[in-house]
């Protein structure tokens, strides 16, 4: 199976999703800028991102898919 990707860019021409076979959905910027709003950005640094609660990615993905539907409506709340 081929590895296809699809990317999106924000208004800033900044990448923001990444879909494929082997990478993330979040770019790494985006999920850094994400977990230093939710406050738990000093545990990323300190021992990764597999350190992090359960809870806390949950509300990762909450407040990106927030933003992505934000986004797709065409405001920037």
């Not at 199976?1 to 076979?21: F, Q, W």
């Not at 993330?24 to 640094?45: H, P, T, W």
Request: hydrophobic content about 35%; charged content about 30%; some cysteine.
């Amino acid at each position: 199976m081929p590895n296809v990707s699809c990317h999106s860019a924000n208004e800033h021409g900044k990448g923001l999703l990444t879909l494929g076979r082997r990478r993330g959905i979040m770019s790494q910027r985006l999920k850094e800028e994400l977990a230093k709003e939710l406050g738990f950005y000093d545990v990323v640094q300190r021992e990764g991102w597999g350190a992090i609660r359960a809870k806390d990615a949950g509300n990762m993905v909450r407040l990106a898919i927030e933003r992505a539907e934000r986004q797709l409506a065409g405001t920037t709340e």
